[in-house]
């Protein structure tokens, strides 16, 4: 017990000096736990060398990972998905897991009597990163945007087939039907259980100890062992149990509360899984290298092939079809997990799960970078498949838009929220919007705006052609409204200069996220900035007023009266 102890010291002390190093530099936090795990394990500085001691710290790493990753799928979520998520989700899981497994075959990775490198390598090249991609998302102020929303939306259901490929993974020796069906309904049965339990027995408990924290903390450990116990009972792995703990409190009341308490744990323990994997390198070799850029190359080919082909052809638009491609091109940390199962069950060799290993590191590096920079990789993109012959949304409306344009007197460049609300308050008011005419390269708003008979044009506001296109000479008031922190490849005052530039005379109404902003956009050619934050602050004013007039009642009657029957495309 002392040993353990002291190399999970050593262990967290290494992730958390590569961790420094890596923020520093702007890299991956989960690279720098493999690299500090590699550099006090057994092939490199030797501080660690017990295999008994970094296969105990891995497994309880691993076992509250799952815990945590089942606790942020959302079934609710799932279920309300849309076609385009779910159908897009369909074909890149099953297509892509399809191809690796036969792309491996071909490269001579065997599959059948008792190797199934294979099938794990296909499974595992058609997995992308919860953890890189929604740091970077988060980062970068993307998540609620439509391939924001439709990588989340994929990432969900992978995490949910792994889950059944866990269900019949122990049984991949005897692959059989009745194996496999006796499989599934163990799996049936924990997950029922499970479910059944959260559902009528836990929140009664956690309403009882919700007022004091570790207690709440403490129960929602004692519930990923519990059932990650129940897994075992059923022949199932510890693995799989807390997996299906994770999903199962996930969705009962008291889940938010849940994850907030956990989510303080869960960055230690997920650090001692990476920094378990990385004990577990070996230095490369010559074929485990060439094996893990084969894998790394695939992946990103087939993230490509499978992501984009099912969005372009639901009319996504060929921008809202590349950016998840590019920022799902990684492996998963559920790829590393199932590469712990299959080699503790034997399933397959070290070298397939070295080479898993060195792939992710090497996509971690270059997904990273590639969703930073994937507004331009994704504008060149679209420029070459333009030439190549792909059609883009706006192909055929370009004349009809530049022409309706022309008769636009008022022009909205970038649809996001507030344009939504300012287009139903037209609406509401009953002034009339042939005089509308919107920018953007959205598909949803695209066809959404389409169906009202608004005049459209799908295209970056960035580029001065789409803006020429849509009739930006001719229109007398420009309206900004999207902030900066969601504008991509341009800015309020990069707007307010080429709007200017191509329209001396029109009135441009820009918006600030900052105050320090507002003279520079002046500077640049707008007649009026509006400062969100200012509206909103008088607006909150004018309640803790009624509040203390006690007129909050009248007030609320005054929001329902505005939000009846009203119909916005972002909600």
């Keep these: 017990m002392h040993g353990l102890l002291h190399d999970i010291a050593l262990s967290i002390l290494a992730a958390w000096l590569c961790g420094v190093i890596a923020y520093l530099t702007r890299q991956p936090l989960i690279l720098a736990y493999l690299i500090g795990g590699f550099l006090v394990g057994p092939a490199g500085f030797k501080f660690v060398e017990s295999r008994e001691s970094i296969h105990a710290i891995g497994e309880l790493g691993l076992i509250f990972l799952l815990?945590?990753?089942?606790?942020?799928?959302?079934?609710?979520?799932?279920?309300?998905?849309?076609k385009v998520i779910l159908v897009s989700a369909a074909f890149q899981i099953a297509v892509g897991s399809l191809l690796g497994v036969g792309f491996f075959l071909l490269i001579g990775m065997p599959i059948g009597g008792g190797r199934w490198d294979a099938l794990y390598l296909g499974i595992a090249a058609a997995l992308s990163s919860t953890v890189i991609i929604v740091?970077?998302?988060?980062?970068?102020?993307?998540?609620d945007t439509l391939p924001g929303r439709i990588t989340l939306g994929i990432l969900v259901l992978q995490d949910l087939f792994v889950i059944l490929f866990l269900a019949i993974q122990p049984s991949l020796h005897d692959l059989r039907l009745g194996v496999g069906l006796i499989s599934a309904g163990r799996v049936a049965v924990l997950l029922a259980a499970a479910l059944l339990i959260s559902r009528y027995v836990l929140p009664w408990l956690f309403h009882r100890i919700a007022r004091l924290p570790e207690l709440v903390l403490v129960g929602a450990i004692a519930w990923c062992f519990f059932v990650s116990e129940l897994a075992t009972r059923l022949g199932l792995s510890r693995e799989m149990g807390a997996l299906v703990a994770g999903v199962a409190l996930s969705t009962f009341p008291y889940a938010l509360d849940v994850v907030a308490k956990v989510t303080s744990?869960?960055?230690?323990?997920?650090?001692l899984f990476f920094v378990a994997v990385g004990m577990a390198l070996p230095i490369p070799d010559a074929d485990m290298m060439k094996l893990a850029l084969i894998l790394a190359a695939f992946t990103v080919v087939s993230r490509v092939v499978t992501t984009f082909i099912p969005l372009y052809l639901m009319k996504q638009g060929l921008r809202a079809s590349l950016l998840p491609a590019i920022n799902l091109a990684q492996l998963s940390e559920f790829s590393l997990v199932l590469m712990q199962l299959g080699i503790q069950d034997k399933q397959i060799s070290a070298q397939t799960v070295n080479a898993i290993s060195f792939a992710f590191v090497v996509l971690a590096v270059t997904s990273t970078f590639a969703m930073m920079h994937s507004d331009t990789i994704a504008r060149a993109s679209v420029a070459g498949l333009k030439r190549l012959g792909l059609r883009d949304l706006d192909h055929g409306h370009a004349e009809e838009a530049g022409e309706g344009g022309h008769g636009s007197r008022i022009m909205i460049l970038g649809f996001y929220r507030t344009a939504s609300s300012l287009l139903a308050e037209f609406e509401r008011q009953k002034v009339p919007v042939t005089d509308i005419a919107v920018v953007d390269?959205?598909?949803?708003?695209?066809?959404?705006?389409?169906?009202?008979?608004?005049?459209?044009?799908?295209?970056?506001?960035?580029n001065a052609e789409v803006l020429r296109h849509a009739g930006l000479?001719?229109?007398?008031?420009?309206?900004?409204?999207?902030?900066?922190?969601?504008?991509?490849?341009?800015?309020?005052?990069?707007?307010?200069?080429?709007?200017?530039?191509?329209?001396?005379h029109a009135k441009i109404i820009a918006t600030a996220d900052v105050i320090g902003n507002v003279q520079a956009l002046y500077a640049a050619g707008a007649d009026h900035v509006i400062v969100s934050r200012f509206a909103e602050?008088?607006?909150?004013?004018?309640?803790?007023?009624?509040?203390?007039?006690?007129?909050l009642e009248e007030r609320r009657s005054e929001l329902d009266t505005q939000l009846e029957g009203r119909k916005e495309i972002l909600p």
């Design 67 to 82: 815990f945590m990753i089942g606790l942020e799928i959302d079934l609710k979520k799932i279920a309300r998905a849309g």
């Design 135 to 143: 740091k970077m998302l988060y980062e970068k102020q993307e998540l």
């Design 265 to 271: 744990l869960r960055d230690f323990f997920v650090t």
């Design 441 to 462: 390269f959205n598909p949803r708003v695209f066809h959404a705006l389409k169906e009202r008979g608004i005049k459209v044009q799908y295209g970056d506001i960035a």
């Design 473 to 504: 000479e001719k229109a007398e008031i420009v309206v900004s409204s999207v902030p900066d922190a969601l504008l991509v490849g341009t800015s309020n005052e990069r707007l307010a200069r080429l709007v200017r530039a191509i329209n001396p």
């Design 537 to 551: 602050a008088s607006a909150m004013l004018d309640a803790i007023r009624a509040a203390e007039d006690g007129l």
